[in-house]
Every structure is written in C-alpha cells, then in structure tokens.
C-alpha cells in the first residue's frame, strides 16, 4: 500500500472521511448497509485498495459499539452456521485480491448487490413475514445460510461491503429490528477481526495507516450514539425499506465509480 499517500489528505478529504466514520457508526447500530455510503467515500478520497485497509478498523471500532449496545439480542444459532461459510468466503477473496484490479472488484460487488437486494424484496413480498429465525435448522435454511456465508464472506474481504449481503440474509430469514442488530453486531466484529491478519499480510494495513484510523474512529462514537437514538424511533416496516435502500445505494455507487 502506498501508505505516502495518506499524509498528503487535503482538509476537505479528511473532513469527507470523518463523515465516513460517522456513517460507520449509524450503520453499526442503527440502518446496515448504510456503511456502503462510507466505503464510496473512502475509495474516492484514498487509492482504492489502500482504502480498504484504512477502512477495516474503522468498522471494528463501529463493531464493538454495536456489541456493546445489541450484545442480548444475537440469535448464536444464525451465527454458527454462518462462521464455516464466510471463512471460505474470506479465503477466497484474499485469493481473488491477489490478481483482480479494482475496476473488476467493484462491478462485481455492485452487481452483486442489486441482484440480491432484489431477490430479498421479492422473497419479503411472497414469504411469511413472521419467519421464525430458528428456520435456519432446516435444510433450506442451511443451504441459504452457507450461499450468504461464502457470498458474506467474499466481499467483506475484497471490499468490506459484507454488511448488505449479510442484511439481506438476515432480512429474508425474518430477523426482527434488534435480533437483526444483535446478531449483525457480533458477526461483523469476529469476522472483521479475523480479516486483520489477511489485509496486513496483503500490505493494507500498516502504522500509517492505522494512525489515521486513531484520528478517525474518534468519529465513529457519536454516529453510533445516534443510530442508537434513531433505532428507538424507527418501526420494523420503515428499518426493512432503509436497509435495503442503502443496499441499492452501495451498488450503484459501486457501479457507476
């Protein structure tokens, strides 16, 4: 990573990548996917593989926040059967990483993306809205939590826009508001923390480049704070359509950049 770079950040760059943590920290406790906003934005002021790295410890501070706030409401059955898929997930896209360039990287995630926000309005309009999150112990359930896993998986690694895959899973799974929270919260930070070691290995991670992750997860608290305060005032309907509306915003964006 041409960590030089990081020191050459105009006032306004800067300013744009706090606005980026703040988002972080809403999306964290409040609407996933929003944090696709902050990825764009990261890409577009800092080379983008350098961004991802940059990124990373970003979300883990975001992470642990949500933890913190939604640590009673995660369904640990979704979790486990989650965990084996997205490793071979994380795997494949360290392998992916090593000859893709960013051009390909972000039209693939983007189609991605809009292909599987679509999917899950159709399911959410033809399933039973009260899903019961236990289903995931039937066959259907595994099969659809190993595609996510591997799908979640692969693009937290290669763009850290894990977070609208994974909301669509949890939303086409029946996941109230904050059982959705709760268990996002807690796959986030174990997954995010197990990609560290994969990222400084491919140089995107390195002490510049964590000193400018110390100035900027100072922004993360209050966006959380206020996810926090907005959650509170957000009803189940109106959570769904934010979700999977930043999950079109993220794809798009990553079309067009």
């Known amino acids: 990573m041409n960590t030089m770079t990081l020191w050459h950040i105009t006032p306004w760059g800067f300013a744009a990548l706090a606005f980026a943590a703040v988002l972080v920290g809403f999306s964290k406790t409040a609407v996933s996917g929003a944090n696709t906003v902050s990825l764009a934005i990261f890409a577009a002021v800092l080379p983008a593989r350098a961004s991802t790295g940059v990124l990373l410890p970003v979300l883990i501070a975001g992470d642990v926040l949500a933890v913190l706030t939604y640590r009673r409401h995660a369904h640990w059955p979704t979790l486990w059967r989650l965990f084996p898929a997205v490793a071979a997930g994380v795997v494949a896209g360290t392998l992916f990483l090593m000859w893709a360039d960013d051009g390909i990287v972000r039209t693939s995630i983007g189609a991605i993306l809009l292909l599987m926000a679509g999917v899950t309005v159709w399911r959410r309009r033809t399933a039973d809205q009260d899903e019961d999150p236990d289903s995931v112990t039937s066959r259907s359930g595994r099969i659809k939590a190993r595609s996510y896993g591997v799908l979640g998986g692969f693009t937290t690694m290669v763009a850290n826009a894990g977070g609208p895959v994974m909301s669509m899973y949890l939303l086409s799974a029946g996941f109230r508001k904050l059982g ?16 560290v070691p994969f990222s400084a290995g491919l140089g995107l991670i390195d002490g510049r480049s964590l000193l400018l992750d110390a100035a900027l997860a100072v922004f993360v608290v209050p966006g959380a704070l206020f996810g926090k305060w907005a959650v509170n005032r957000i009803n189940q309907r109106l959570f769904e359509q934010l979700v999977i509306a930043a999950t079109v915003v993220g794809g798009v964006q990553l079309l067009l950049k």
């Open 180 to 195: 959705f929270l709760g268990t996002s919260a807690f796959f986030f930070l174990i997954v995010n923390l197990s990609k």
